[in-house]
């Protein structure tokens, strides 16, 4: 799990929380992508990089158990669970 800086200094997941908003906003309003994504033009909000980079950990998830692998699935619980409590992470288990 990348830290709350990490994030924001991530153009990946800057994008990704751009995208994601944007599909959010267009779902809720009925109104194209594109019309969101311009509506959505700037800086994105530390919730929405937090819901891309878990987003990222579960499509790694379902991956893992495609492949049999549980060690991503624990990663990815332990990541919601830490950025549910509002704790950051410094990559070690258990968190910092």
């Not at 499509?59 to 049999?68: K, V």
């Not at 699935?73 to 509002?86: M, V």
Request: net charge negative; hydrophobic share 35%; proline share 2%.
């Amino acid at each position: 799990m990348k830290t709350l800086d990490e994030l924001r200094d991530s153009s990946y997941h800057q994008e990704l929380g751009q995208k994601l908003w944007a599909a959010y906003l267009a779902q809720q309003q009925g109104i194209s992508m594109n019309s969101a994504l311009k509506l959505g033009e700037g800086r994105v909000s530390d919730a929405w990089l937090m819901v891309a980079e878990l987003a990222l950990l579960a499509h790694e998830s379902c991956i893992g158990q495609f492949h049999g692998d549980d060690a991503i699935f624990d990663q990815f619980a332990r990541s919601y669970q830490t950025i549910s409590r509002g704790r950051r992470t410094c990559g070690t288990s258990p968190p910092c």
